[in-house]
Structure formats: C-alpha cells, structure tokens
C-alpha cells in the first residue's frame, strides 16, 4: 500500500489556498481544501495516475491538476510526498 506524506511546505500552500478563498466564502474554502485532499487520495491506489511535471521531465515527479491547482508530488518506493499545491496560472517552484 502506497503511503501518502505531506510536506510542510505543501501544507502550508493548502493553508494559504484556503485563506485566500475564506476572504470570499468561508463554506467554499473549506470546499475547496477538502476536494484538493480528495484528488491527494486517490493517489493511494494510482500514485502514477498523475502526469509528468512538463517543467521537469522527471519521471518520478508528478502532478494532479484539479480544478485551478496543480498538485505536484515526488514518488519514492512505497511513499508519495506531495511537494506543493498551487494556482495554476502561477509560476511553477520546487525548491
């Protein structure tokens, strides 16, 4: 079973996603945060069901784009790491 481990920097964006949304509706921000979670799930049973980061050409990083957001994540062995989640007309960073 493939485990699925937040980065701290990947919480904090979702965080700030839901800030950012919450200054317009709060019911929608909490909506939004829980379908990004969601989408994160499902990688548990298809950890390659997300496409190649085109930025990168890396294989073992990848991403899921829901709705506005790329979620972008690192496969290693049995662990997928989400690295960062962000709008998708922002510039993509993986430090």
Do not use: C
Not at 45 to 61: T, Y
Request: hydrophobic share 45%.
């Amino acid at each position: 079973m493939i485990r699925i481990v937040w980065a701290p920097e990947a919480i904090q964006d979702v965080e700030a996603i839901r800030a950012y949304v919450a200054r317009d509706s709060a019911r929608y921000a909490d909506l939004v945060v829980e379908r990004i979670v969601a989408a994160v799930g499902r990688l548990e049973k298809n950890p390659r069901s997300g496409r190649m980061v085109p930025e990168l050409g890396d294989e073992s990083i990848r991403e899921v784009v829901h709705g506005n957001y790329r979620i972008v994540y690192r496969l290693r062995d049995e662990v997928v790491e989400i690295a960062t989640v962000f709008h998708g007309a922002r510039l993509f960073r993986l430090d």
